[in-house]
T-cell receptor
Framework: DSGVTQTPKHLITATGQRVTLRCSPR?????VYWYQQSLDQGLQFLIQ???????AKGNILERFSAQQFPDLHSELNLSSLELGDSALYFC?????????????FGEGSRLTVL | AQSVTQLGSHVSVSEGALVLLRCNYS??????LFWYVQYPNQGLQLLLK??????LVKGINGFEAEFKKSETSFHLTKPSAHMSDAAEYFC???????????FGKGTLLTVNP
């Protein structure tokens, strides 16, 4: 158990809909990262937050947005969903002063868009 | 931007055989390099990391990796494969001070009895 909690574990929805994925980082971790894993694209970095502020942005679509709240949990919002958004979405967290790259991953939220 | 290339999307070995998973990186500065493992229906777990302290890095479950600057490689090895090693393995490089990881495409390891 990494200590990172993601909900829901599975989600099935229709094209055009909007969903919210939630992540609770390990206790005390200030950084949260979101990754998308799909068969064709592999693991793609989406966005990072540090203590409530956006720190880095990757291949995140404009239809997607995220935020980190004062209690440090984070939400990833996916809107106007398309079939191609079906993927496994991972959240990871890291300590305040980590050894580089020591990210702790949740078990992921599997999104299926029909 | 830094990147990693994993050679071979699928590697199959017999139980007890040597495991060798290949990773090459591109970087203009000394990189931080990592191997993560993903078991079925689970998240990623750190196997080992290179942060310039030693070129031969030992990780969990008997895995190790050697950083070779001249070859820009960070291959993962294990002397004797076990059935429980069957999983997908990802090589990754860390970029910048925000510790964002860039992953390779992954190598699926199958262990045959």
């Amino acid at each position: 158990d990494s200590g990172v909690t993601q909900t829901p574990k599975h989600l099935i929805t229709a094209t055009g809909q909007r969903v919210t994925l939630r992540c609770s980082p390990r206790s005390g971790d200030l950084s949260v990262y979101w990754y998308q894993q799909s068969l064709d694209q592999g693991l793609q970095f989406l966005i990072q937050y540090y203590n409530g502020e956006e720190r880095a942005k990757g291949n995140i679509l404009e239809r997607f947005s995220a935020q980190q709240f004062p209690d440090l949990h984070s939400e990833l919002n996916l809107s106007s969903l398309e079939l191609g958004d079906s993927a496994l979405y991972f959240c990871a967290s890291s300590p305040t002063s980590p050894p580089p790259g020591e990210l702790f991953f949740g078990e992921g939220s599997r999104l299926t868009v029909l | 931007a830094q990147s990693v290339t994993q050679l071979g999307s699928h590697v199959s070995v017999s139980e007890g055989a040597l495991v060798l998973l290949r990773c090459n990186y591109s970087s203009s500065v000394p990189p931080y390099l990592f191997w993560y493992v993903q078991y079925p229906n689970q998240g990623l777990q750190l196997l080992l990391k290179y942060t310039s302290a030693a070129t031969l890095v030992k990780g969990i479950n008997g895995f190790e990796a050697e950083f070779k600057k001249s070859e820009t490689s960070f291959h993962l090895t294990k002397p004797s494969a076990h059935m429980s090693d069957a999983a997908e393995y990802f090589c990754a490089v860390s970029e910048g001070s925000n510790y964002k990881l860039t992953f390779g495409k992954g190598t699926l390891l199958t262990v045959n009895p």
